[in-house]
């Protein structure tokens, strides 16, 4: 049982260009999350989608596009990406009706020249 | 704006002295608490949550609705407790969605 898998789990990237990050859970969750952690700051919600087809913006979703075509998988997209998107990023899966008790991925260190 | 306040950045204890971790919430009404750890090189993850009112690994935490509080507490400190902690709410705005936001975070480390 692979839980939230994350890739990939390093990348380099230079101002401007573009990526994806994607997430996948194999728990058949509803609620998908991803987060941005970075020091002195936590974890902040970038966007979420709470089933197949919705999404929806968080604390933190400039810069940031997000596609839920299939109920497992939460893609995180940067279309130009500037340094301050350099962060370590977090997806996260859960039930829709449990008591909030998300199951993360091992973290994706971005970093953006 | 509701949100949890984590106001220790860092923490250090000795091992086998007490350990209390700090988080603060902003709101009236019943606020649903949780603390997320995260040890190194592992994921994070759930470490307690309020309505369980459940002592895991040795930590408990008390909801203190007139001081608007649930800080985590354990007795004893071990060195393998040494690890980022989250506390974490879900704010009353978040409706159906139940987003949950963290606070800014603790780095414990218990010294040997």
């Known amino acids: 049982n692979a839980g939230v898998t994350q890739t990939p789990k390093f990348r380099v990237l230079k101002t401007g260009q573009s990526m994806t990050l994607l997430c996948a859970q194999d728990m058949n969750h509803e609620y998908m999350y991803w987060y941005r952690q970075d020091p002195g700051m936590g974890l902040r919600l970038i966007h979420y989608s709470v089933g197949e087809g919705t999404t929806a913006k968080g604390e933190v979703p400039d810069g940031y596009n997000v596609s839920r075509l299939k109920k497992q998988n939460f893609l995180l997209g940067l279309e130009s990406a500037a340094p301050s998107q350099t962060s370590v990023y977090f997806c996260?899966?859960?039930?829709?009706?449990?008591?909030?008790?998300?199951?993360f991925g091992a973290g994706s260190r971005l970093t953006v020249l | 704006a509701q949100r949890v306040t984590q106001p220790e950045k860092l923490l250090s204890v000795f091992k086998g002295a007490p350990v209390e971790l700090k988080c603060n919430y902003s709101?009236?009404?019943?606020?649903?608490l949780f603390w997320y750890v995260q040890y190194s090189r592992q994921r994070l993850q759930l470490l307690l949550r309020h309505i369980s009112r459940e002592s895991i690994k040795g930590f408990t935490a008390d909801l203190n609705k007139g001081e608007t509080s649930f800080h985590l507490k354990k007795p004893f400190a071990q060195e393998e407790d040494s690890a980022m902690y989250y506390c974490?709410?879900?704010?009353?705005?978040?409706?159906?969605?139940?987003?949950?936001?963290f606070g800014s975070g603790t780095q414990l480390t218990v010294l040997p």
């Open positions: 996260a899966s859960s039930y829709s009706t449990g008591a909030n008790v998300l199951t």
């Open positions: 974490a709410h879900v704010p009353h705005s978040s409706g159906s969605a139940r987003q949950l936001t």
């Open positions: 709101y009236s009404g019943s606020p649903e």
